[in-house]
């Protein structure tokens, strides 16, 4: 039974019992009935527009899952390993100031980036690699 259907339900039940308007509690009891009946009316209003609300974020979260698709779509392609490609940046820290810089592959290939705290020359030299392993996924190395 709904908030509306218990209040017209109540007012059925004073009804019957046939209140006088000139008795001050059958005054008061048909009051607080019109006001529960307005309150009822007005809920179920509220329940209406948060329903189309919840309508309205669901097609909106639809629409922004469709665009995150469409600008996100190429960047798990681009990868040909097996790797969690999530991870594109690598933090660095200055030797000279202990700026932490996060750079890409990129910026990698480049060898060399001035470090934007302190302008110091960082350079990225890939060729001491240490890794002996030919399954290496430190992103150092060609292996």
């Known amino acids: 039974m709904t908030v509306i259907e218990k209040v017209a339900y109540l007012k059925g039940l004073a009804e019957g019992l046939g209140l006088d308007e000139n008795n001050k509690t059958d005054k008061l009891i048909s009051a607080i009935i019109d006001v529960l009946d307005d309150m009822a009316l007005t809920l179920c209003d509220i329940e209406d527009d948060v329903a189309d609300i919840s309508d309205q974020v669901d097609a909106v979260d639809e629409d922004l ?39 890409d592959d990129d910026m990698l290939e480049d060898e060399f980036i001035n470090c934007p705290a302190c302008g110091t020359k960082l350079e990225f030299d890939f060729d001491d690699c240490d890794c002996e392993d030919d399954d290496c996924d430190c992103g150092c190395c060609d292996h």
């Open 65 to 103: 899952a469709d665009v995150e698709e469409f600008l996100y779509e190429d960047e798990d392609d681009d990868c040909d390993c097996d790797c969690d490609c999530d991870d594109e940046f690598f933090q660095v820290t200055c030797p000279e100031c202990g700026e932490d810089i996060f750079v």
